[in-house]
């Protein structure tokens, strides 16, 4: 077993590799949530790793998902470790998964252990979530198709998030708002990426939208994101649920100036405005 000292700084090296949006702010919660919530995104992080294969066959993606999923529940009701039943099923993917999906049984080591099952609960529905949308080519044709995929792949990072702050500190938040607040970001990074999206063969607007009607989406998610957060009042959650906000706000605002993304310096002066002294 990893000394939790060693595992904590390998945690956080891969979440630096996996995410530059959400690392500055998680590296700045208080000590305990700032594991919960490194954790929670590294777990999820994982399965997203799996959804988003490009080399491994929509079948050994959906199997794969699924069986996460089991085995997340199976923790969740026995306290077993998962990691010799997650090495099993990885193996024959070994070469072909990253670190950061292969070492899931270390993430979920990671958390707080009174935290550990909302983790657990919420990446398996998540990961059962996204083996469905496999199975579906990931082809949306209508707004409820938009919805459900973005429920399940961000949505639930916002209820996620909302469970960890009410372990943490009791801070209570509106689940729908929760929802909007990962939708949000979500949508934006569907239009950031829409182009290399189109290049794979893939497309996440709805039958008959354009960019006009998924920037409106984008606008009504963040709009209930910016709700969510008035009900927040612990200064150092509110930095973390700001900086990714404030990054997404100003990204569709470039966006819709016929940018494909902010320079670095935007990036950086963003951040600076968001973080609360």
């Known amino acids: 077993m990893k000394t939790e000292a060693k595992l904590q700084k390998e945690a956080m090296k891969v979440l630096k590799e996996t995410s530059r949006t959400f690392y500055i702010p998680i590296k700045l919660l ?9 954790s929670a995104y590294l777990c999820m992080r994982a399965i997203d ?11 050994i993606v959906i199997d794969l998902l699924n069986k996460v999923s089991d085995i997340l529940d199976h923790t969740i009701a026995t ?10 099923l990885f193996a024959p993917y070994r070469d072909q998964l990253p670190e950061v999906t292969l070492r899931l049984a270390d993430w979920v080591e990671f958390c707080p252990e009174t935290a550990r099952n909302k983790v657990l609960e919420s990446t398996a529905i998540m990961g059962r979530g996204m083996a469905e ?4 080519d990931w082809v949306i044709e209508t707004r409820e ?3 459900d995929y973005t429920y399940f792949v961000a949505g639930l990072v916002g209820v996620m998030l909302a469970d960890i702050w009410r372990w943490y500190d009791g801070t209570e938040t509106d689940r729908d ?21 189109a290049v794979r063969d ?26 969510y957060i008035e009900d927040i009042h612990t200064k150092t959650i509110l ?5 990714p906000l404030a990054l997404a706000h100003s990204t569709l605002d470039a966006l819709k100036e016929g940018r494909e993304k902010m320079s670095r310096i935007e990036v950086v002066s963003v951040v600076n405005k968001a973080i609360l002294k």
């Open 49 to 59: 790793e799996i959804e988003d294969h490009e080399q491994l066959d929509v079948t």
């Open 202 to 227: 893939v497309n996440f607007f709805p039958n008959d939208w354009k960019l006009p009607e998924m920037f409106a989406y984008a606008e009504e998610n963040l709009a209930l994101a910016d709700a």
């Open 79 to 88: 306290g077993e470790s998962m990691a010799s039943a997650l090495d099993e």
């Open 145 to 147: 198709d938009l919805d």
């Open 177 to 197: 708002l929760a929802i909007g607040f990962g939708r949000g970001l979500q949508s934006v990074n569907i239009l950031r990426n829409y182009k290399e999206d």
């Open 30 to 38: 208080e000590s305990n949530v700032r594991e919960a919530v490194a």
């Open 239 to 243: 930095n973390f649920c700001n900086i």
């Open 133 to 136: 949308w496999a199975g579906k």
